[in-house]
């Protein structure tokens, strides 16, 4: 199995770009879930998905966050516009779901973000 | 809302020294998973743990679940220079994952 598949790995861009970052799921799993990683705020839930439903997005930053997962195999996180706040990594991170767990979590290797 | 605290933040140890980390939850829970971040890497699961009180032990590492289900520990034992990174428990509740603020652990050779 290839894991969680994030792309790009890296990404600049300049202030008031937009920003679309990919995740593919590990295949079968029916969970996904974008983080956010800064040295100041540590590892922040932004938004999960169970069976491609939005179930809890209350970590979404504000308005100009976004994320869709058409289908169980591909997910997006969209920033526009994009701001110098919004450097930071981006994981994904998967897991199936089924009775009580243990639900662990498989992470991507991250989308390192750039805004300047 | 749910918070989840680790300490310390940052460990520094000798190799072959011990290190333990704990993890503090305002909340009871529904179980506690622990993470391990490599720098530059993204984290990466070690264990869950369910039971009240309940312990378990990977080689070197032991987590330990508190009775009131509220806390956490994970314990190193004799410390190797693979063990570099930073631990992060996530607390379980229903559907939600909190993960802790994490320790970062530096090992001097």
């Known amino acids: 199995d290839a894991g969680v598949i994030q792309s790009p790995r890296h990404e600049v861009t300049e202030m008031g770009q937009e920003v679309t970052l990919r995740c593919k799921p590990i295949?079968?799993?029916?969970?996904l879930f974008w983080y956010r990683q800064t040295m100041m705020r540590g590892l922040e839930l932004l938004i999960y998905?169970?069976?491609?439903?939005?179930?809890?997005d209350s970590g979404m930053p504000e308005d100009r966050f976004s994320a869709k997962m058409p289908n169980a195999s591909f997910s997006t996180l969209k920033i526009q516009p994009s701001e110098p706040r919004d450097s930071a990594v981006y994981f994904c991170?998967?897991?199936?779901?089924?009775?009580?767990?243990?639900?662990?979590?498989?992470f991507g290797p991250g989308t390192r973000l750039t805004v300047t | 809302g749910q918070q989840v605290m680790q300490i310390p933040q940052y460990q520094h140890v000798q190799e072959g020294e011990d290190f333990t980390t704990y993890c503090n939850s305002s909340?009871?829970?529904?179980?506690i998973q622990w993470y391990k971040q490599r720098p530059g890497g993204h984290p990466v699961f070690l264990i869950q743990?369910?039971?009240?009180?309940e312990v378990k032990k990977q080689k070197r590492l032991t987590f330990q679940f508190g009775e009131a289900k509220k806390n956490s520990s994970l314990h190193i034992t004799a410390t190797q220079t693979t063990d570099v990174g930073t631990y992060f428990c996530?607390?379980?509740?229903?559907?939600?994952?909190?993960f802790g603020t994490g320790t970062s652990l530096t090992v001097i050779p």
């Open positions: 909340t009871t829970l529904s179980n």
């Open positions: 295949s079968g799993h029916n969970s």
């Open positions: 996530a607390a379980v509740t229903g559907n939600q994952f909190y």
């Open positions: 743990l369910v039971k009240s009180g």
């Open positions: 998905f169970n069976n491609n439903v939005p179930i809890d």
């Open positions: 991170a998967s897991t199936f779901r089924s009775g009580t767990g243990p639900y662990e979590q498989y």
